[in-house]
């Protein structure tokens, strides 16, 4: 099964409380932090990311950019991220699909929802990215204690070729 994940930019800007504090300094790099978290989770999860912002925040630009290997879309002039969210939602939902929209608008959830989309509030999309990147620092951690804890790792280099022989059948 294939699963997308259609993020409105703003809107999860707005909800997530490190990403709001970075905006009120600076929207650009709240907008490159998003980015960054996306593609970390996208890596994880093995969903394809889509993410969504309002031209109207950014003047002069429009269209379908790739960056850190996620999809980054800008509406038209006087389009709406809504819009573009709802077009993009049809054209992604079919057989063997499963299509999440993520954002706290709640006019928007049902829109999509109707469209046969999955609702994915802000706040759970959250949680999902926190735990995505606990994850993998926990297999981080693993590895290393596995490394650690191994008798490979504790053993001279001549007590390794000494094994080695003897594993291969031969004396002393």
Known sequence: MKEYLVVDGYNIIGAWPELAKLKDVEL????????DILAEYQAYS???????????????????????KLEILYTKEKETAD????????????????????????AEQSVIFGHGAFRLPARELLVKVRQAKKDVQERIEVKESFK??????????DMKQLFEKWRRGGRD
């Open 46 to 68: 093995g969903m394809k990311v889509h993410l969504v912002f309002d031209a109207h925040q950014v003047p002069g630009l429009g269209g379908k950019y790739e960056q850190s």
């Open 28 to 35: 650009e790099q709240a907008r490159d932090r998003l980015i």
């Open 83 to 106: 819009e573009l969210i709802e077009r993009l939602t049809l054209s992604l939902i079919g057989r063997r699909r499963h299509v999440y929209v993520a954002t706290s608008d709640m």
């Open 148 to 157: 650690k804890n191994s008798i490979d790792g504790s053993l001279s280099e």
